[in-house]
Structures are given as structure tokens and as C-alpha cells.
């Protein structure tokens, strides 16, 4: 059974276009992330939900939006596609900040952006 | 201020040699929890362990090692008997608080040849 899984794990687009990648965790945990690693491989957060509530949200331009249709659900959706945004997008999840909970965060697959 | 520093940035060994990859940390937090992953060039992100601020037990698991040691903010990472299939990015990362975000460390690759 696959833990986090994300869709679709390789993504080419050209500029300008808008696109979305879906996130989902069947491992009952109230948080979830999503994380970019750049070419040089250098992991970063980007956002986080808790129960469908935004927690997380760093400095990252606004053509980023997520979207938390449910506590196993986290999608990312992406607006006008700009060369800069090519990367590899990581859904994670967590038990959350629940006192006492195991807060290791499973990460999933991944989705290789790349924007020509 | 949180961070997280691996300082090799690729290691070569030959098979079967015993190597580690140190983490250092910064945190003025008390309570604080630290992870290495590993990034295997399937590029998926695994889980390894987990260490609690106030747990300075080390661990073995296999040829795993884990050494914490809070006096010099460290958490080494040492593979023993080093095989092909340990090549890897690994990657230390800290975490303030349960629902937090993950800092991670800039990542050690690891390239072992047979």
C-alpha cells in the first residue's frame, strides 16, 4: 500500500501554462506539506495544512496556491509556469502537532516539474 | 536561528568501508527532534531515524549507526561496510516541534564503487 502518493510524477510544460499536482496519504495523518528541491538539490518548505487549516505558508510567489479539499488531500496548484519553477515537488505528511505524536513526516515520490 | 550544516559535500568509498556523514545543528530550542533521509538516484525521500532532543542514546541498526552528542550539536551518521546500494544523497534535517516544517541540511552524496 502506497503511503503518500503524488501524481503525476513527471510533469513537462511550457511557459505560462497553468498546471496542478495531487498529493494523497492514507496514513490518517492531519498534516501535510509540500516541499521544492532545487537543482541542486536543496530541500525548502513551502506550505503546510492541518486539518484542511493553512499552517505554513513560506515566502513563495503567489502563483502557488494550495488546496486542501480534505485532511488526506494536497494539492498544488501552479499558475503561470515560469522557467525558475522547474524542480522537484515533494508531498509529505505527518501525524501533526498533536501533543505526544510521532512527528515524522513520509514523504512522497515526487513530481519532476520541468518548465521549457 | 535554525540550521543545519553538512559540511561533506560527496564522499567516494571503496565497498566495504566504513564511512560517516556528519550533521551539525543550530538550534536555541530545548526540545528539537533531528532526521537523516536518504535520497537514493531513484529520487524518492526514505526515512531513517528519528532522535528526540532529550534522547541521547545512540543507535544501531544493521550497519547503521547514529551518534548524538548535544554537547557539540552533532548527529553523525556512520554506514558500515559500505555497499554499492548505499549510494545516496543523505540528507540531516531538524524539526522544531511537532507540525513544524523541516530544515534540512544541504545533503552528502555518497558514492560507493564496487
Known amino acids: 500500500d502506497t503511503a503518500v502518493s503524488q501524481t503525476p510524477k513527471y510533469l513537462v510544460t511550457q511557459m505560462g501554462n497553468d498546471k496542478s499536482i495531487k498529493c494523497e496519504q492514507n496514513?490518517?495523518?492531519?498534516?501535510m506539506y509540500w516541499y521544492k528541491q532545487d537543482s541542486k538539490k536543496f530541500l525548502k518548505i513551502m506550505f503546510s495544512y492541518n486539518n484542511k487549516e493553512l499552517i505554513i505558508n513560506e515566502t513563495v510567489p503567489n502563483r502557488f496556491s494550495p488546496k486542501s479539499p480534505d485532511k488526506a488531500h494536497l494539492n498544488l496548484h501552479i499558475n503561470s509556469l515560469e522557467l525558475g519553477d522547474s524542480a522537484v515537488y515533494f508531498c509529505?505528511?505527518?501525524?501533526?502537532?498533536?501533543?505526544?505524536?510521532?512527528?515524522?513526516?513520509?514523504f512522497g515520490p515526487g513530481t519532476r516539474l520541468t518548465v521549457l | 536561528a535554525q540550521k543545519v550544516t553538512q559540511a561533506q559535500t560527496e564522499i567516494s568509498v571503496v565497498e566495504k568501508e566504513d564511512v560517516t556523514l556528519d550533521c551539525v545543528y543550530e538550534?536555541?530550542?530545548?526540545?528539537?527532534?533531528l532526521f537523516w533521509y536518504k535520497q537514493p538516484p531513484s529520487g524518492e525521500l526514505v526515512f531513517l531515524i528519528r532522535?528526540?532532543?532529550?534522547?541521547?542514546q545512540n543507535e544501531i541498526s544493521g550497519r547503521y549507526s547514529w551518534n548524538f552528542q548535544k554537547s557539540t550539536s552533532s548527529f553523525n551518521f556512520t554506514i558500515t561496510a559500505s555497499q554499492v546500494v548505499d549510494s545516496a544523497v543523505y540528507f540531516c534535517?531538524?524539526?522544531?516541534?511537532?507540525?513544524?516544517?523541516?530544515?534540512f541540511g544541504k545533503g552528502t552524496t555518497l558514492s560507493v564503487s564496487s
Open positions: 538550534t536555541r530550542d530545548t526540545t528539537y527532534y
Open positions: 532522535r528526540n532532543s532529550f534522547d541521547e
Open positions: 496514513l490518517g495523518h492531519d498534516t
Open positions: 534535517a531538524l524539526l522544531r516541534g511537532a507540525g513544524t516544517a523541516l530544515i
Open positions: 509529505a505528511s505527518s501525524s501533526g502537532a498533536l501533543a505526544g505524536a510521532t512527528d515524522t513526516q513520509y
